[in-house]
Structures are given as C-alpha cells and as structure tokens.
C-alpha cells in the first residue's frame, strides 16, 4: 500500500517561494505518474503539475508555468513542488497525488488511486 506524505506548506508574502515535498512509502515508483493539485476555498480541486515518472516529462497548468518546477529525488522516492513568484491566487490547499498506470493524462484528478494528506500554502499580498 503506496502511502504520500506532504510537507512544506506555509504562509509566505507574495513574490516569496516555497517548495513542498511529497514523500512515497510502501513502494518504489520508476513507472506512473505523481502530480500536485490544490483546492481553494468554494472552488473545485485543479491541476498543478505533474511528472511522468519512467520518462521525466513534466506537465504545468498554464499559471504556473514559469513559476513552478516539480523535481523529484529518485533515491528517495520523492517529488518536490518549487513554487517562486508566489502570488494571492496560489492560495490553496495542495495535495500530492500518485498512481501506477504509466499512460493514463495526468490532468485528471481521478486518474489517481493515492492521495496525501494535503498541506496549506497561504499567500499574503
């Protein structure tokens, strides 16, 4: 059973930086994708980003890009979400999300089986 583990959330001012870390137990991913979605309030879950995990190709929503990098740390198991030039609109709580199936879009939130936990990412202006 595939557990993520999100850390790194906080409150910054805008233009700041903050890098989350989703950490992946229970097994180890060289196939499948992880991504990062976040959830405002009164508003629907979204795409943020994503890494197909064989290959290494990234995926952006279009207000990010520019701004935001998923690297990862295969060694341990591990994805990251570089957030700079942060803004009020980033406010949101974001959730890591990983699943097995190497082909599926990974845009859709119901293409992963694996949640974290979700951590706040607060934006002052």
């Known amino acids: 059973q595939v557990q993520l583990v999100e850390s790194g959330g906080g409150l910054v001012q805008a233009g700041g930086s903050l890098r989350l870390s989703c950490a992946a137990s229970?097994?180890?991913?060289?196939?499948?994708?992880m991504g990062w979605f976040r959830q405002a309030p009164g508003k629907e879950r979204e795409f943020v980003a994503a890494i197909r995990w064989s290959s290494g190709s990234t995926y952006y929503r279009d207000s990010v890009k520019g701004r935001f990098t998923i690297p990862r740390d295969n060694a341990k198991n591990t994805v990251f979400l570089q957030m700079n030039s942060l803004t009020p609109e980033d406010t949101a709580v974001y959730y890591c999300a990983a699943d097995s199936r190497p082909l599926l879009t990974v845009y859709n939130s119901n293409y992963y089986d694996t949640w974290g936990q979700g951590t706040q990412v607060t934006v002052s202006s």
């Open positions: 229970g097994r180890t991913f060289s196939t499948g994708r």
